[in-house]
């Protein structure tokens, strides 16, 4: 059904917008998005990956994080026991050429999990998606322990001078900050241990994962500063603000924000001796 209600968004308005904003040619973007917020789009949600892919030109990037749909593994221990016997026996291993992408974060990580080209990374929990010059580069070697700090493609973004570009999404939806969380120094951060099915050599094996809890409890509060500290960063005026078709859209420099970020928590949480 057509939501005549919501405003008519063109791939030419879109464009026109992120220009606007701030994308240019070549950039390496990481994108959040909520579609719904943009408006009735002409073409469907492919449009705003295509359009942002025009922007960004032939040496551009564009990365989403994808994670996995399956989340069962993540929670095993909190399973009756019956449950976790069936995971264990039968939850199918984590393929990045074929596990969908979590579109709880937004319906565009499995539109551009399955774009033409689409590179994907091998950590099924902090798996990255990305299209474009760097895309390869940004995804492969993707550390299972510890899959948000150094040598992910968080850490990557940063090292490819790169941005996050929110179109309509929360700000507390910002993934580059639990890369933040990792570098922060300071004590008592909560770390989870868990195990998950990976597909190697054609068989699935189950692998012991250990990595800071990136579900809102790395530290106290971290419900609440995931959407401080970015309200901080453009109050600060360290961030372009506007609009790409409806949505209210934010372009963030991720070096900035990662030093922003890890200065906040250091501050608050105290360093460690």
Not at 86 to 93: D, N, T, V
Not at 143 to 171: I, M, T, W
Request: hydrophobic share 40%; proline share 6%.
């Amino acid at each position: 059904m057509v939501r005549t209600d919501l405003p008519l968004i063109t791939k030419s308005r879109l464009i026109a917008d992120l220009k606007k904003l701030g994308v240019k040619p070549a950039d390496t973007i990481m994108l959040h998005a909520s579609v719904k917020a943009i408006g009735w789009i002409v073409g469907g949600p492919d449009i705003v990956i295509q359009a942002l892919l025009d922007v960004l030109g032939h040496d551009g990037t564009l990365m989403m994080y994808a994670a996995w749909e399956e989340d069962g593994p993540y929670i095993l221990k909190e399973l009756p026991e019956e449950w976790q016997k069936a995971y264990f026996q039968e939850c199918p291993p984590f393929d990045p050429t074929s596990s969908r992408a979590n579109r709880g974060w937004s319906i565009l990580t499995e539109y551009l999990r399955t774009w033409q080209g689409a590179s994907r990374s091998g950590n099924p929990e902090a798996s990255c998606v990305a299209v474009g010059a760097k895309a390869a580069w940004l995804t492969e070697n993707h550390p299972l322990q510890y899959g948000y700090g150094p040598g992910s493609p968080l850490a990557k973004l940063c090292e490819a001078k790169g941005r996050v570009l929110l179109l309509g999404a929360p700000l507390d939806t910002i993934t580059l900050m639990h890369y933040a969380e990792h570098l922060a120094k300071v004590p008592n951060k909560r770390i989870v241990r868990y195990k998950i099915p990976l597909l190697q050599e054609g068989k699935r094996v189950w692998v012991d994962v250990e990595e800071f809890d990136t579900c809102g409890n790395v530290l106290p509060d971290a419900h609440e500063y995931f959407e401080v500290i970015p309200r901080e960063f453009i109050s600060s005026g360290k961030a372009c603000s506007g609009k790409v078709g409806n949505a209210a859209s934010y372009l963030f420099d991720a070096n900035e924000l990662v030093k922003f970020t890890v200065q906040w928590l250091e501050r608050k949480y105290g360093k460690q001796s």
